[in-house]
């Protein structure tokens, strides 16, 4: 029996926030998200001793106060995070965003649909992939 895949996702916009729950909804038996509204927020939630980490983080890129990409690098710079599998999910398709995700060492980069039904369609694809990943054991 798999796991329950524990997935963080960080995104500014409270309607992508709520249409994620319920994209993520569709899986109550393979994932499980926790979510936040900015970077400061999760990287303090993620900096919280004795806390089961997430699997996977998932980053919108544009937000106010500190970006996606700044979320990224803090979490790349911080030895107890490194390590997390990180994806940028994001509107922007920019070439140049793109790029500075994966240098910023992103695991992938997602650019996101623009409707509901491709973002559920997005979002199944997305749960199959890393409950597919061999993952490290959850720390505690």
Same mark, same amino acid.
């Given at each position: 029996?798999?796991?329950?895949?524990?997935?963080?996702?960080?995104?500014?916009?409270?309607?992508?926030?709520?249409?994620?729950?319920?994209?993520?909804?569709?899986?109550?038996?393979?994932?499980?998200?926790?979510? @936040?509204?900015?970077?400061?927020?999760?990287?303090?939630?993620?900096?919280?001793?004795?806390?089961?980490?997430?699997?996977?983080?998932?980053?919108?890129?544009?937000?106010?106060?500190?970006?996606?990409?700044?979320?990224?690098?803090?979490?790349?710079?911080?030895?107890?995070?490194?390590?997390?599998?990180?994806?940028?999910?994001?509107?922007?398709?920019?070439?140049?965003?793109?790029?500075?995700?994966?240098?910023? @060492?992103?695991?992938?980069?997602?650019?996101?649909?623009?409707? +509901?039904?491709? +973002?559920?369609?997005?979002?199944?694809? +997305?749960?199959?992939?890393?409950?597919?990943?061999?993952?490290?054991?959850?720390?505690?």
């Amino acid at each position: 029996m798999k796991r329950l895949l524990s997935v963080l996702l960080v995104d500014d916009n409270h309607h992508d926030l709520e249409l994620a729950s319920i994209a993520f909804d569709e899986h109550p038996q393979s994932a499980r998200l926790i979510t @936040f509204p900015d970077g400061r927020s999760a990287l303090a939630h993620l900096r919280t001793p004795d806390l089961s980490l997430p699997d996977v983080i998932v980053l919108d890129l544009h937000m106010p106060g500190m970006s996606g990409l700044e979320v990224l690098e803090a979490i790349r710079a911080d030895p107890l995070l490194q390590y997390l599998p990180v994806v940028i999910l994001s509107t922007s398709a920019d070439a140049g965003d793109i790029r500075r995700a994966y240098q910023l @060492f992103a695991n992938s980069y997602m650019v996101k649909q623009p409707e +509901f039904t491709l +973002f559920v369609a997005q979002i199944d694809h +997305f749960v199959a992939y890393w409950q597919g990943c061999q993952l490290p054991p959850p720390s505690v």
